[in-house]
């Protein structure tokens, strides 16, 4: 039979780390007795507790790790995520860099020359109305001299 002091806990449900509480107060650590882990410099997101939603941040790194490389099975049972909805975040993140990237920059020129150039059209028709109005008989038309 095995010995435990007042520091050591035998039993697995619990696990050291944050504390997350209720009613939107931020988490705190609790003490342990045990050196704090190092955290690295690039923290990769876990499965979310009941609740919480995804970040706009926390979907782009999930992507970049699938884009990476990372086996979309291996996310989805670390994420807690189905992988159809791994596969719509990186179809979405996808299509937005395509678009992106079949934008061409604007010219202002190309605008004002568009501007130019309806306008001359519809000037145009106004000539021709007014060209066909004076053809037609009436106080617009064009009457013989006596």
Same mark, same amino acid.
């Given at each position: 039979?095995?010995?435990?002091?007042?520091?050591?806990?035998?039993?697995?449900?619990?696990?050291?780390?944050?504390?997350?509480?209720?009613?939107? =107060?931020?988490?705190?650590? +609790?003490?342990?007795?045990?050196?704090?882990?190092?955290?690295?410099?690039?923290? $990769?997101?876990?499965?979310?507790?009941?609740?919480?939603? &995804?970040?706009?941040?926390? $979907?782009?790194?999930?992507?970049?790790?699938?884009?990476?490389?990372?086996?979309?099975? +291996?996310?989805?049972?670390?994420?807690?995520?189905?992988?159809?909805?791994?596969?719509? &975040?990186?179809? $979405?993140?996808?299509?937005?860099?395509?678009?992106?990237?079949?934008?061409?920059?604007?010219?202002?020129?190309?605008?004002?020359?568009?501007?130019?150039?309806?306008?001359?059209?519809?000037?145009?028709?106004?000539?021709?109305?007014?060209?066909?109005? +004076?053809?037609?008989?009436?106080?617009?038309?064009?009457? =013989?001299?006596?």
């Amino acid at each position: 039979m095995m010995k435990l002091n007042m520091n050591e806990i035998d039993r697995p449900d619990v696990v050291d780390g944050p504390v997350v509480s209720e009613g939107g =107060r931020s988490p705190s650590t +609790l003490s342990t007795g045990h050196a704090a882990p190092s955290v690295p410099s690039e923290t $990769k997101p876990g499965p979310l507790a009941p609740g919480q939603r &995804w970040s706009v941040a926390r $979907k782009r790194e999930v992507v970049l790790r699938l884009l990476r490389g990372e086996p979309a099975e +291996l996310l989805s049972r670390e994420l807690g995520l189905p992988m159809f909805k791994l596969e719509q &975040w990186r179809q $979405k993140a996808e299509a937005a860099l395509d678009g992106a990237l079949k934008e061409h920059e604007a010219d202002p020129a190309d605008g004002q020359l568009g501007a130019a150039m309806q306008r001359i059209g519809e000037l145009s028709m106004e000539v021709e109305l007014l060209r066909a109005r +004076l053809e037609r008989p009436g106080p617009l038309g064009r009457r =013989r001299s006596r």
